[in-house]
């Protein structure tokens, strides 16, 4: 593993099945976040986690969760999903959170299409 | 509320220079970064200024003007690989990075 992994790249789910997206990375880095993009729509923060064991609401946390429990890991998941939870979503991690010096590195994305 | 504008598309000739531009309203300010990101592909980082002035790195500068609430990306000697999405995104002072919508550059040969 190099950086930060994403899995599956891409799903197409039938509404009102439970799915969760993997997020791994290798960097040690701290912070990790949870994003979805949509067309004409800048990325919108879904939720975040400042570090292991800890987890924070983003822009748009309704019908999504996660958990932190280690440095590696942070898994998203869709309870029960909905057509409009179709979208590209991305991990991206940080050394630390609040580090406004730091970039972001962003997993290749999974691209989930729910009907 | 916190905004973040750029154009949605752009388009510009190879060899040639083009600015885009992006405005925001955000509360708090601590730094605007610069992403680029071809289609079908994450993000990745090009730049960061948290001071007013420009930053320089190769080909590609950004400038800010926190006063404003202003800053470009320039990207020079442009070629067919520049062609993507150019977000931009503020980090407020909750230090959560606020995303513009993208703006997509076509090079045209």
């Known amino acids: 593993i190099a950086g930060i992994t994403q899995a599956p790249t891409s799903q197409i789910l039938a509404a009102g099945r439970r799915m969760t997206l993997r997020c791994t990375q290798d960097m040690r880095h701290n912070a990790m976040y949870w994003y979805r993009q949509d067309l004409g729509l800048g990325l919108r923060l879904i939720h975040y986690?400042?570090?292991?064991?800890?987890?924070g609401k983003g822009e748009v946390p309704d019908g999504y969760s996660v958990s932190r429990a280690n440095t590696d890991d942070f898994p998203l998941t869709l309870a029960s999903a909905v057509p409009s939870q179709t979208s590209v979503y991305f991990c991206?991690?940080?050394?630390?959170?609040?580090?406004?010096?730091?970039?972001?590195?962003f997993g290749e994305g999974s691209r989930l299409t729910v009907l | 509320g916190q905004n973040i504008d750029q154009p949605t598309e752009m388009t510009a000739t190879e060899g040639a220079i083009v600015q885009i531009n992006c405005t925001y309203q955000?509360?708090?300010?601590?730094?605007l970064f610069w992403y680029q990101q071809h289609a079908g592909e994450a993000p990745t980082f090009l730049s960061y200024n948290v001071l007013d002035g420009l930053e320089e790195k190769g080909r590609f500068s950004s400038f800010l003007s926190r006063s404003k609430g202003y800053s470009y990306l320039l990207l020079k000697e442009l070629q067919m690989k520049d062609s993507a999405s150019y977000l931009c995104a503020v980090m407020d002072s909750n230090y959560q990075l606020i995303w513009g919508a993208g703006t997509k550059l076509i090079i045209k040969p």
């Open positions: 986690s400042n570090t292991a064991g800890t987890t």
């Open positions: 991206a991690s940080t050394k630390t959170s609040g580090d406004n010096t730091g970039e972001l590195f």
């Open positions: 955000t509360s708090g300010f601590n730094g």
